[in-house]
């Protein structure tokens, strides 16, 4: 990195805590309406409802549905995942993720799966355990640089399975950059127990690439 650029890089923590002293964007309490949100699938997905609650929660999510619809607003001016500021950066797509260790190479952090995420016999869905080694090696892999990259492959292997409603460690790290190339490392465990682990391909955008 030249001195110019490495002048104007963003602090890699901004990355997980978002800029120190910049009020976020988005009215006060939409971190815990996330929060809400996120219980709310979890209750949604364990929950065996009768036929009346079913007609009720419709209609009552149908009523949101339409306040919510004319407020939409273009990508850079959404809250939903932007608040990097919160844990989960306020969105449920995947799951909270939690920072306890950050810097340039290496972060750590814990997560729980919640019964939205059960894919069967108390193990977490196949597909949600890449989403997450998605969001935390896309971010360190963009964490204090302007050059920002894109995910070429994530290769996950599943060691055993990941249970679901249990607090679990994640760590990711830095490999090697070589060029535009960024490779990452990242492991999911439960206490010794390793549940899954991922290398990811991380290439830098070229101006102008998408
Ligand atoms: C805009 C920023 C987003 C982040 C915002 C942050 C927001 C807050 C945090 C959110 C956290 C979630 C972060 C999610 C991050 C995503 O998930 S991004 C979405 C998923 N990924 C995509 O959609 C990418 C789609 N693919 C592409 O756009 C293009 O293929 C790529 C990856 C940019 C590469 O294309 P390219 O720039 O034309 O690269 P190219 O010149 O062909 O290759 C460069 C080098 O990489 C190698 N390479 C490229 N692809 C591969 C591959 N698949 N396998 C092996 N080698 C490969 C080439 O062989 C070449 O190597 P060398 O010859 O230099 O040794």
Redesign the pocket.
Known sequence: MSDEEHASAPHWSETWRGVEGQVPAGPAGYGAMIDTLRTFLDDVAAASPDEAIVAALTQDMAGWSSKLRPLAVPEAERIFAHRRDLPGRGQTMSPQLFIDEASAESVRGHVTFGDYYLGGNGAVHGGAIPLLF??IL??LS?AGTQK?S????LHVDFRSITPIGKRLQIRGWFEYEE???RLLKADLRDGDTLCAEAEG?F?E??PG?P
Request: no cysteine; hydrophobic share 30%; proline share 0%.
């Open positions: 998605d969001e896309g971010r963009n920002r894109r995910t070429a492959f060029g535009r190339k391909l290439v955008l070229r690439q």
